[in-house]
């Protein structure tokens, strides 16, 4: 909903309403209309968003769904080791992956994908509220929203699972820089993507090295049902000619 909401905002200027959205339907036949009469449609889209951004960040209560934890497990050293391995270009075969490894490896397959999610405005927002306890100088209610859309906008690309406690606390725990306490003061955009950058390489680092051996052990399974399908067959042998 709050990414629809964003993208109709950014194409008010074009009166590109998106098709997908109730509000969208209900304007279908006003899609040609011109830019005037459609104006207070994309207002009310705009006002209910900073409502549900200040209300998340701000800690009112409301009727949104609770959000599910993005915070990322990062595989073992173990699983590190062997994702290293590989892609220094370390010739490993199924054999130099044991079964636990691979079970294991399946399972930070499963915690990689949900940490991959695209994060939303709306965790965003939780995000920062968390945040906002930890520094000195959180914004007030009536620039909640548009902080946490500047935010958005820079740091969208970071997946979800990058946005989790050990960033928050890797943001407050920075020391002082020439005088200035950076981690006790609120981030800039830039500032917080450059610290979050690390957590999301980290995340699609597992994910190449858990993609890379499940690649493995499946080739080498097709290539074990192959072999198997070839020395099972049914033999066929020629019926001597009768002289």
Not at 66 to 77: E, F, G, H, V
Not at 170 to 196: F, M, V
Not at 209 to 226: E, F, M, V, Y
Request: net charge positive; with cysteine; charged share 15%.
């Amino acid at each position: 909903m709050l990414q629809s909401f964003a993208a109709q905002s950014e194409n008010a200027g074009a009166c590109l309403p998106n098709a997908s959205t109730p509000a969208a339907t209900s304007h279908a036949g006003t899609r040609n209309a011109p830019c005037a009469a459609r104006t207070p449609w994309l207002h009310q889209s705009e006002n209910a968003e900073n409502t549900l951004l200040q209300a998340s960040f701000s800690g009112t209560p409301h009727t949104s769904p609770a959000l599910q934890s993005t915070r990322y497990t990062p595989a073992t050293p173990a699983l590190r080791a062997v994702f290293a391995a590989r892609a220094a270009g370390v010739p490993l075969t199924v054999r130099d992956v044991s079964p636990d490894m691979m079970e294991a490896i399946r399972q930070q397959w499963g915690l990689v994908q949900h940490a991959l999610q695209p994060v939303t405005e709306l965790h965003v927002a939780a995000w920062l509220k968390k945040l906002s306890q930890l520094v000195t100088n959180p914004p007030g209610a009536e620039t909640a929203a548009s902080q946490c859309r500047a935010i958005f906008e820079v740091c969208g690309d970071i997946p979800s699972g990058a946005w989790g406690r050990d960033a928050r606390l890797a943001w407050a725990r920075q020391p002082p820089r020439n005088g200035y306490p950076t981690g006790a003061r609120w981030p800039s955009p830039n500032e917080l993507r450059t610290l979050l950058l690390p957590f999301a390489e980290t995340i699609r680092r597992d994910a190449e090295g858990c993609r890379a051996l499940l690649r493995l052990h499946s080739q080498s399974d097709a290539t074990l049902q192959s072999t198997i399908s070839q020395t099972t067959a049914p033999q066929t042998h020629a019926t001597p000619p009768v002289h």
